[in-house]
């Protein structure tokens, strides 16, 4: 990277694009109802670990996969990787869901006590409904945040919303987005967009003034 400057004005080139890696090695997870080639989806082996730096040592994240695998099968949460059609080989009972899928070929099993059910998969985004019971349910309150305190589950404080402003800046909230780190004037953690969010703050800032004018 190369750095010019002109007056009291830095410029930095752009930064090299990274390189490339032509025709990489693929994972393929299959449905155990079918035969080969049938199956789900491949990915390609780019992951790597601080231990496996050489391109025949890479291999695919375990947890990734899976998941990619359980969304596919119509949020199947409870199924899990196998290196055999039978599902009796688990991939979790020796790999933990950080190691490395190095393997060319993996099944996965939506129900242990039928390997080879045929069960249905979701083909495309548009027909994939969001598994708004799963998450609600896994306390996303509690999750940690980098970068600052956590927040017990039963706080309540909330600092007073700015007075006026169509575009209000951060402040810090004691309920904050966990996903984007966004600490907007919101009651619950929400996926929202920042259009959303500046509306919802000027509606309220609105609602505030109102309610404290004079009759």
Sequence with gaps: MTTTTDGNVRINSAAPLPPSISNPAVVAFCHPYYDWPDKLFTLPKLDSTS??????????????????CQIIANNTFSGYLAIDREGLQRVDSDK????????????????GSNP???YPVVPRFEDW???????????????????????????????????????????RLEHSLRA?????HIQSPSVLVQQQLYG????????????????
């Design 200 to 215: 919802y703050v000027r509606q309220r800032n609105i609602k505030n003034r109102k309610s404290t004018e004079p009759s």
């Design 180 to 184: 984007s780190l966004c600490t907007y």
């Design 129 to 171: 409904r969001f598994p708004i019971q799963t998450f609600a349910d896994a306390q996303w309150r509690c999750s940690e945040v980098p970068g600052r305190q956590p927040t017990p589950p039963n706080a309540k404080s909330m600092p007073a919303p700015p007075s006026s402003s169509h575009n209000p800046p951060l402040h």
């Design 116 to 118: 080879g059910d045929d």
């Design 51 to 68: 231990s496996t730096t050489s391109l025949a040592s890479k291999g695919v994240h375990h947890g990734t996969a899976l998941l990619a």
């Design 96 to 111: 933990g869901r950080d190691e490395l899928l190095t393997g060319d070929r993996y099944w996965f099993i939506a129900d």
